[in-house]
């Protein structure tokens, strides 16, 4: 009768491939799980540098630059008018009544209301100081329209009334440090303000490609490890590593969202700077008509002929002929339209802080799913009875 030998290593042999398989799978699980939190940390931080940028550059383009700019251009419209409203009301004869009119009162409440406005919301490193020269300036006009308004209503002080309003006239319209050309230095400053937000918006293509791939590999890394839960411990679909998916995506599409919200921020500037080209478009037309009156005026009360005005203002003749030139056909309702074109782009920009309470919520709950999801199965296996 035979006998079967047994080997007094079989015991502790499969014991010590039992133990090294354990501590494989421990140690492979605890890799899972520190690549997913490495991945949750570079995911949820890179998509808090996304919202904290996008969100002060939006915040201050949508709050300052462009309403400076909108109030900027405003102010210049209303200088413009106001100024063709005083020369109009002064070669109709009505000034002499009600001297500049009611208009021209209106139209500089309007201009110093939206410079106000704009010491509220400029933006540029000499907007201030640029910006009290310009008011001063308004003072100053207006005081000049003031006084022609005094001479007009004197009898035979129309000449006197004439030139003073010719010199107020200068003051807005003039070549050199006028009121309009520093307005629209003031503008332009504000212009590019506005770019440079634009810019600061933009999101490089490599950063849009870090935050794909760190997504992709969090993604792919959540598959892996589900798929070895279901091999190792032939159980089905983790189902808080589905949640941490679920998270993970949601968390994805909204930092894409921020990125992608410097669209809105460049259509906000694209229809904003085609509004004031517009508005221009109009105030140049007010102006044309305000000036070719004004010349007018100064040649019948002061000059009685147009060759014996003077070199000034025989210049001052060829400037307003050189602005004869047709303009586009522009109205107010298209500015108008414009405006309104603005502010909804800009209203559709806004990144609020909605975006970033959702986005910690999401970075939140993908974290929790995680540590549910691979804690436990680590726990259980690392010190189940051997």
């Given at each position: 009768m035979g006998t079967t030998t047994v080997s007094r290593t079989d015991g502790p042999l499969r014991s010590y491939v039992r133990d090294l398989r354990q501590r494989r799978t421990v140690l492979l699980l605890i890799s899972l799980f520190a690549g997913l939190l490495?991945?949750?940390?570079?995911?949820?931080?890179?998509?808090?540098?996304?919202?904290?940028?996008?969100?002060?550059?939006?915040?201050?383009a949508r709050t300052r630059t462009v309403n400076a700019i909108s109030e900027i251009a405003t102010a210049r419209s209303a200088l413009v008018r106001a100024d063709q409203a005083a020369i109009l009301s002064f070669t109709s004869g009505g000034g002499r009544l009600?001297?500049?009119?009611?208009?021209?009162?209106?139209?500089?409440?309007i201009a110093s209301q939206s410079l106000t406005m704009v010491a509220e919301h400029t933006m540029t490193r000499n907007g201030s100081s640029t910006l009290r020269l310009v008011q001063g300036l308004v003072v100053t006009y207006v005081g000049m329209i003031g006084q022609a308004d005094a001479h007009f209503r004197q009898p035979g002080g129309e000449a006197l009334g004439a030139v003073d309003l010719w010199h107020a006239s200068r003051l807005?319209?003039?070549?050199?440090?006028?009121?309009?050309?520093?307005?629209?230095?003031?503008?332009?400053?504000?212009?590019?303000?506005?770019?440079?937000?634009?810019?600061?918006?933009?999101?490089?293509?490599?950063?849009?490609?870090?935050i794909i791939l760190l997504a992709v590999a969090l993604l792919a890394l959540l598959a892996f490890t589900n798929l070895v839960y279901l091999r190792r411990f032939r159980r089905r679909v983790n189902p808080?590593?589905?949640?941490?998916a679920a998270a993970l995506i949601g968390s994805t599409l909204l930092t894409w969202h921020l990125v992608g919200s410097d669209e809105g921020l460049s259509t906000t500037g694209t229809t904003l700077n085609g509004m004031v080209d517009q508005q221009r478009t109009l105030d140049d037309a007010a102006s044309r008509v305000g000036q070719v009156e004004l010349r007018d005026l100064v040649v019948g009360t002061v000059c009685g002929d147009q060759n014996q005005c003077g070199a000034t203002l025989a210049r001052f003749d060829e400037d307003v002929n050189a602005a004869q030139d047709?303009?586009?056909?522009?109205?107010?309702?298209?500015?108008?339209?414009?405006?309104?074109?603005v502010r909804a782009h800009a209203d559709a920009a806004?990144?609020?802080?909605?975006?970033?309470?959702?986005?910690?919520?999401?970075?939140?709950?993908?974290?929790?799913?995680?540590?549910?999801?691979?804690?436990?199965?680590?726990?259980?296996?690392?010190?189940?009875?051997?």
């Open positions: 490495t991945l949750w940390v570079l995911v949820g931080v890179s998509g808090l540098l996304v919202f904290a940028r996008v969100h002060e550059v939006s915040t201050a009600a001297g500049p009119g009611d208009e021209f009162q209106n139209q500089v409440a807005l319209h003039g070549q050199d440090a006028t009121l309009l050309r520093e307005l629209d230095g003031l503008l332009s400053a504000h212009q590019d303000v506005l770019a440079d937000h634009l810019d600061e918006a933009s999101t490089p293509w490599h950063a849009e490609a870090s808080w590593l589905v949640v941490a047709p303009l586009p056909t522009v109205t107010e309702s298209d500015v108008a339209e414009q405006a309104l074109a806004e990144v609020g802080t909605g975006s970033r309470t959702w986005l910690i919520a999401l970075d939140a709950l993908l974290v929790v799913a995680i540590l549910l999801g691979t804690l436990p199965p680590l726990f259980r296996y690392r010190f189940r009875s051997r």
